[in-house]
């Protein structure tokens, strides 16, 4: 079933998960004053913010295929550096 309305334009589905995600990364944080879990999760969900900028307001979901990849792999590779780090500093 295609979104109908206000939800069925990309852009604006992306910027109310953004607008979700700035609401619940603060909650999360605050929760039991943040445990590894809990920091992990953030750290996730902000590696998770930057891929959605990335791909629908800086354009790159139809940039070509190779520079897409090397978005992703950006994406991820942030998330697994952070939480590394935070998890052995």
Partial sequence: MKPRGVLADRYVRTW???VLLAVVIPVISLEAHAGTV??????A??????RLVGLDFME?????????????????GLWI????AFLLL
């Fill in 16 to 18: 109310l998960i953004l």
């Fill in 38 to 43: 809990a920091a992990v999760v953030v750290l």
């Fill in 45 to 50: 969900l902000a590696a998770y913010k930057v």
């Fill in 60 to 76: 790159i979901r139809n940039a070509p295929r190779g520079l897409r990849w090397t978005f992703e792999i950006y994406c991820a």
């Fill in 81 to 84: 550096v952070l939480t590394g």
